[in-house]
Protein backbone atom coordinates (compact mmCIF):
# COMPACT_ATOMS: atom_id res chain seq x y z
CA UNK A 1 0.00 0.00 0.00
CA UNK A 2 2.83 2.13 0.73
CA UNK A 3 4.52 1.48 -2.30
CA UNK A 4 1.19 2.35 -4.29
CA UNK A 5 1.14 5.52 -2.61
CA UNK A 6 4.39 6.47 -3.45
CA UNK A 7 4.20 5.63 -7.10
CA UNK A 8 1.38 7.69 -7.12
CA UNK A 9 2.92 10.53 -5.61
CA UNK A 10 5.73 10.93 -7.65
CA UNK A 11 3.61 10.69 -10.70
CA UNK A 12 1.99 13.63 -9.18
CA UNK A 13 5.75 15.06 -9.03
CA UNK A 14 6.26 14.79 -12.17
CA UNK A 15 3.35 16.02 -13.63
CA UNK A 16 3.50 19.59 -11.09
CA UNK A 17 7.02 19.85 -12.55
CA UNK A 18 5.92 19.81 -16.15
CA UNK A 19 3.11 22.04 -15.64
CA UNK A 20 5.53 24.68 -13.96
CA UNK A 21 8.41 24.15 -16.58
CA UNK A 22 6.10 24.51 -19.28
CA UNK A 23 5.03 27.32 -17.98
CA UNK A 24 8.46 29.11 -16.74
CA UNK A 25 10.58 27.75 -19.80
CA UNK A 26 12.28 29.87 -21.22
CA UNK A 27 14.63 30.28 -24.04
CA UNK A 28 18.40 28.53 -22.05
CA UNK A 29 21.65 30.55 -22.70
CA UNK A 30 22.71 27.08 -24.78
CA UNK A 31 26.47 26.35 -26.03
CA UNK A 32 25.91 25.68 -29.03
CA UNK A 33 23.56 23.72 -31.65
CA UNK A 34 26.61 21.34 -32.24
CA UNK A 35 25.93 20.76 -28.15
CA UNK A 36 22.53 20.39 -28.26
CA UNK A 37 22.21 17.80 -31.16
CA UNK A 38 24.51 15.67 -29.75
CA UNK A 39 23.16 16.08 -26.00
CA UNK A 40 19.45 14.86 -27.95
CA UNK A 41 20.87 11.76 -29.04
CA UNK A 42 21.42 9.67 -26.27
CA UNK A 43 21.24 11.94 -23.07
CA UNK A 44 17.34 11.49 -23.56
CA UNK A 45 17.83 7.76 -23.32
CA UNK A 46 20.32 7.94 -20.37
CA UNK A 47 17.87 10.36 -18.58
CA UNK A 48 14.73 8.19 -19.21
CA UNK A 49 16.86 5.13 -17.85
CA UNK A 50 17.80 7.36 -14.70
CA UNK A 51 14.33 7.96 -14.00
CA UNK A 52 12.82 4.88 -14.28
CA UNK A 53 15.89 3.42 -11.87
CA UNK A 54 15.32 5.65 -9.50
CA UNK A 55 11.44 5.30 -9.36
CA UNK A 56 12.77 1.01 -9.41
CA UNK A 57 14.68 2.29 -6.12
CA UNK A 58 12.50 4.28 -4.72
CA UNK A 59 9.76 1.42 -4.74
CA UNK A 60 12.15 -1.25 -3.36
CA UNK A 61 13.05 1.39 -0.52
CA UNK A 62 9.14 1.61 0.48
CA UNK A 63 8.89 -2.15 0.45
CA UNK A 64 11.89 -2.22 2.88
CA UNK A 65 10.13 0.43 5.43
CA UNK A 66 7.17 -1.83 4.64
CA UNK A 67 9.50 -4.84 5.71
CA UNK A 68 10.63 -2.31 8.78
CA UNK A 69 6.77 -2.13 9.99
CA UNK A 70 6.43 -5.31 10.32
CA UNK A 71 9.69 -6.37 12.10
CA UNK A 72 9.55 -3.63 14.19
CA UNK A 73 5.53 -4.70 14.95
CA UNK A 74 6.81 -8.01 15.62
CA UNK A 75 9.22 -7.07 18.00
CA UNK A 76 6.76 -4.35 20.04
CA UNK A 77 8.88 -1.67 18.80
CA UNK A 78 11.93 -2.97 21.37
CA UNK A 79 15.61 -3.23 20.50
CA UNK A 80 15.88 -1.29 17.48
CA UNK A 81 19.33 -2.25 16.97
CA UNK A 82 18.13 -5.79 15.51
CA UNK A 83 15.42 -4.94 12.67
CA UNK A 84 17.80 -4.01 9.82
CA UNK A 85 19.33 -7.63 10.49
CA UNK A 86 15.87 -8.91 9.99
CA UNK A 87 14.63 -7.42 6.98
CA UNK A 88 15.66 -9.96 4.46
CA UNK A 89 16.40 -9.44 0.71
CA UNK A 90 14.29 -6.49 0.15
CA UNK A 91 16.69 -4.70 2.56
CA UNK A 92 20.27 -6.19 0.65
CA UNK A 93 18.47 -5.45 -2.92
CA UNK A 94 17.30 -2.25 -2.55
CA UNK A 95 21.56 -1.89 -1.20
CA UNK A 96 22.72 -3.23 -4.39
CA UNK A 97 20.41 -1.51 -6.27
CA UNK A 98 21.70 1.95 -4.91
CA UNK A 99 25.23 0.98 -7.33
CA UNK A 100 22.97 1.28 -10.48
CA UNK A 101 21.66 4.25 -9.22
CA UNK A 102 24.71 6.23 -8.69
CA UNK A 103 26.14 5.03 -12.21
CA UNK A 104 23.37 6.42 -13.89
CA UNK A 105 23.51 9.80 -12.06
CA UNK A 106 26.99 10.02 -12.10
CA UNK A 107 27.04 9.56 -15.63
CA UNK A 108 24.34 11.56 -16.19
CA UNK A 109 25.97 13.91 -14.11
CA UNK A 110 28.81 14.17 -16.81
CA UNK A 111 26.89 14.12 -19.75
CA UNK A 112 25.13 17.47 -18.33
CA UNK A 113 27.76 19.29 -17.18
CA UNK A 114 28.71 21.47 -20.21
CA UNK A 115 25.36 21.87 -21.29
CA UNK A 116 24.59 25.38 -19.72
CA UNK A 117 24.61 26.89 -16.58
CA UNK A 118 20.93 25.73 -15.59
CA UNK A 119 21.78 21.77 -16.96
CA UNK A 120 25.08 22.31 -14.63
CA UNK A 121 22.78 23.39 -11.86
CA UNK A 122 20.94 20.50 -12.02
CA UNK A 123 23.75 18.06 -12.23
CA UNK A 124 25.18 19.77 -9.05
CA UNK A 125 21.82 19.11 -7.30
CA UNK A 126 21.84 15.88 -8.60
CA UNK A 127 24.86 14.95 -6.76
CA UNK A 128 24.39 16.31 -3.68
CA UNK A 129 20.95 14.50 -3.47
CA UNK A 130 22.55 11.25 -4.57
CA UNK A 131 25.77 11.82 -1.90
CA UNK A 132 23.22 12.83 1.06
CA UNK A 133 21.16 10.17 0.24
CA UNK A 134 23.94 7.26 0.09
CA UNK A 135 24.78 8.84 3.40
CA UNK A 136 21.09 8.83 4.75
CA UNK A 137 20.71 5.39 3.96
CA UNK A 138 24.33 4.01 5.27
CA UNK A 139 23.01 5.95 9.17
CA UNK A 140 19.88 4.01 8.95
CA UNK A 141 21.25 0.41 7.69
CA UNK A 142 23.98 0.74 9.86
CA UNK A 143 22.72 3.24 12.65
CA UNK A 144 19.96 1.22 13.75
CA UNK A 145 16.80 3.22 11.85
CA UNK A 146 17.35 6.85 13.77
CA UNK A 147 13.74 8.39 13.17
CA UNK A 148 14.79 11.50 12.41
CA UNK A 149 16.66 10.32 9.44
CA UNK A 150 13.70 7.83 8.08
CA UNK A 151 12.31 10.88 6.33
CA UNK A 152 14.96 12.78 5.24
CA UNK A 153 16.25 9.97 3.15
CA UNK A 154 12.65 9.86 1.40
CA UNK A 155 12.51 13.73 0.77
CA UNK A 156 15.86 13.33 -0.48
CA UNK A 157 15.03 10.53 -2.82
CA UNK A 158 11.96 12.64 -4.10
CA UNK A 159 14.09 15.54 -4.83
CA UNK A 160 16.46 13.16 -6.57
CA UNK A 161 13.78 11.80 -9.17
CA UNK A 162 12.44 15.37 -9.38
CA UNK A 163 15.85 16.97 -10.76
CA UNK A 164 15.82 13.98 -12.96
CA UNK A 165 12.65 14.90 -14.58
CA UNK A 166 13.63 18.44 -14.50
CA UNK A 167 16.96 17.13 -16.65
CA UNK A 168 14.69 15.30 -18.72
CA UNK A 169 12.33 18.52 -19.69
CA UNK A 170 15.51 20.79 -19.98
CA UNK A 171 17.32 18.39 -22.39
CA UNK A 172 14.40 17.65 -24.59
CA UNK A 173 14.12 21.35 -25.11
CA UNK A 174 17.52 21.36 -26.45
CA UNK A 175 16.45 19.42 -29.20
CA UNK A 176 14.36 21.96 -30.87
CA UNK A 177 16.15 24.56 -32.96
CA UNK A 178 15.55 27.97 -31.78
CA UNK A 179 13.73 30.14 -34.63
CA UNK A 180 15.55 33.09 -33.25
CA UNK A 181 16.78 34.88 -35.83
CA UNK A 182 15.40 33.03 -38.70
CA UNK A 183 12.70 35.43 -40.19
CA UNK A 184 9.00 34.49 -40.88
CA UNK A 185 7.62 34.55 -44.45
CA UNK A 186 5.51 37.28 -43.50
CA UNK A 187 8.69 39.19 -42.41
CA UNK A 188 10.28 38.77 -45.26
CA UNK A 189 7.54 40.37 -47.58
CA UNK A 190 7.27 43.52 -45.12
CA UNK A 191 11.15 43.75 -45.93
CA UNK A 192 10.68 43.15 -49.18
C1 LIG B 1 20.84 5.53 -3.86
C2 LIG B 1 19.69 5.90 -3.72
C3 LIG B 1 18.64 5.50 -2.70
C4 LIG B 1 17.35 5.85 -2.82
C5 LIG B 1 16.73 6.66 -3.94
C6 LIG B 1 16.64 5.31 -1.66
C7 LIG B 1 15.29 5.46 -1.42
C8 LIG B 1 14.60 4.97 -0.33
C9 LIG B 1 13.19 5.19 -0.05
C10 LIG B 1 12.25 6.03 -0.90
C11 LIG B 1 12.89 4.53 1.09
C12 LIG B 1 11.50 4.47 1.78
C13 LIG B 1 11.48 5.44 2.93
C14 LIG B 1 10.14 5.48 3.62
O1 LIG B 1 9.14 4.99 3.09
O2 LIG B 1 10.08 6.04 4.73
C15 LIG B 1 14.10 3.88 1.55
C16 LIG B 1 14.19 3.14 2.70
C17 LIG B 1 15.35 2.64 3.20
N1 LIG B 1 16.61 2.69 2.59
FE1 LIG B 1 17.07 3.65 0.88
N2 LIG B 1 17.54 4.63 -0.86
C18 LIG B 1 18.78 4.70 -1.44
C19 LIG B 1 19.96 4.17 -0.95
C20 LIG B 1 20.07 3.45 0.20
C21 LIG B 1 21.29 2.89 0.74
C22 LIG B 1 22.68 3.02 0.08
C23 LIG B 1 20.98 2.26 1.91
C24 LIG B 1 21.83 1.52 2.89
C25 LIG B 1 23.00 1.02 2.70
C26 LIG B 1 19.56 2.42 2.12
C27 LIG B 1 18.86 1.94 3.21
C28 LIG B 1 17.51 2.07 3.44
C29 LIG B 1 16.81 1.62 4.63
C30 LIG B 1 17.43 0.90 5.82
C31 LIG B 1 15.46 1.97 4.48
C32 LIG B 1 14.30 1.76 5.47
C33 LIG B 1 14.17 3.09 6.21
C34 LIG B 1 12.90 3.31 6.98
O3 LIG B 1 12.58 2.52 7.84
O4 LIG B 1 12.25 4.35 6.73
N3 LIG B 1 19.04 3.14 1.08
N4 LIG B 1 15.12 4.16 0.66
Same mark, same amino acid.
Given at each position: ? =?? !????????? @?????????????????? @??????? *???????? @??? !????????? !? =??????????? !?? %???? /??? /??? %??? *???????????????????? &??????????????????????? *?????????? $?????????????? &?? $????????????????? =???????????????????? @??
Amino acid at each position: M =VT !IHMGLALLI @VAMLLYAVDRAQAQDEPV @VAIRHQI *AATNGLKA @VLW !IGIIVTFGQ !I =VLGTQVREQVD !IV %SAAA /NYA /NRA %SWV *AQLGSSFTTHRAFSIAVTVL &VLYTVYELWSLGPYLRRLAQGMV *AMLVLEVLAG $LVLAYGALPPAVQP &VH $LTLATILFGLQFLGLLA =VGRLGVKPEIGVPTRSAHGV @VA
